[in-house]
T-cell receptor
Framework: GDSVTQMEGPVTLSEEAFLTINCTYT??????LFWYVQYPGEGLQLLLK?????DKGSNKGFEATYRKETTSFHLEKGSVQVSDSAVYFC????????????FGKGTKLTVNP | NAGVTQTPKFQVLKTGQSMTLQCAQD?????MYWYRQDPGMGLRLIYY???????DKGEVPNGYNVSRLNKREFSLRLESAAPSQTSVYFC????????????FGDGTRLSIL
């Protein structure tokens, strides 16, 4: 079945450091890929998405590129802020839209001033 | 805009008690979902409703029932609560078939003693 593997956390960084959270997937066909963010005490919010190979999703300084050859969708940000502290989830939808999302286990990021 | 509203936000039950978690969305979405979030497990799909009048099992349906009351509302029922059902429950909605992201509520934190 479809699955998502993302790097184990927690990740602790200093403000202005570079962030990478790795995500790889297994799916049939051509899935859509998503990064969701969950701030403390809140639900999940869509951070960015990509729907086909070589697409780059971006939002709030975060970026991720859909790499079909390596089945990856790594999340990056050049300079993190304290307000970026949250749990980040990589997810896929194998039916091409947002139907029946399959999530990774989440990576908790803490950014210290 | 309210988006996806879940009630209650917190609940404590005793083993064997029953409870219904309520979810309503005001975005005119056709699909709705129930997930549970457990530490180190990410989000796992319990049940979903692709459209009004239909419901289907997700990854972890045992011990739960759902009702799609109308287009706006999708409830999750625990008939006889067990400690293993202690979790944070999230409802989400989306537009099935339109390649758009799911929108999440803020969650219900449920503890079963």
């Amino acid at each position: 079945g479809d699955s998502v593997t993302q790097m184990e956390g927690p990740v602790t960084l200093s403000e202005e450091a570079f962030l990478t959270i790795n995500c790889t997937y297994t799916a049939t066909g051509y899935p859509s890929l998503f990064w969701y963010v969950q701030y403390p005490g809140e639900g999940l919010q869509l951070l960015l998405k990509a729907t086909k190979a070589d697409d780059k999703g971006s939002n709030k300084g975060f970026e991720a590129t859909y790499r079909k050859e390596t089945t990856s969708f790594h999340l990056e940000k050049g300079s993190v802020q304290v307000s970026d502290s949250a749990v980040y989830f990589c997810a896929l939808s194998s039916q091409g839209g947002s139907e029946k999302l399959v999530f990774g286990k989440g990576t908790k990021l803490t950014v210290n001033p | 805009n309210a988006g996806v509203t879940q009630t209650p936000k917190f609940q404590v039950l005793k083993t064997g008690q029953s409870m219904t978690l309520q979810c309503a969305q005001d975005m005119n979405h056709n699909s709705m979902y129930w997930y549970r979030q457990d530490p180190g497990m990410g989000l796992r799909l319990i049940y979903y409703s692709a459209s009004e009048g239909t419901t289907d099992k997700g990854e972890v349906p045992n011990g739960y029932n759902v009702s799609r009351l109308n287009k706006r509302e999708f409830s999750l029922r625990l008939e006889s609560a067990a400690p293993s059902q202690t979790s944070v429950y999230f409802c989400a909605s989306g537009r099935w078939g339109y390649n758009q992201p799911q929108h999440f509520g803020d969650g219900t934190r449920l503890s079963i003693l």
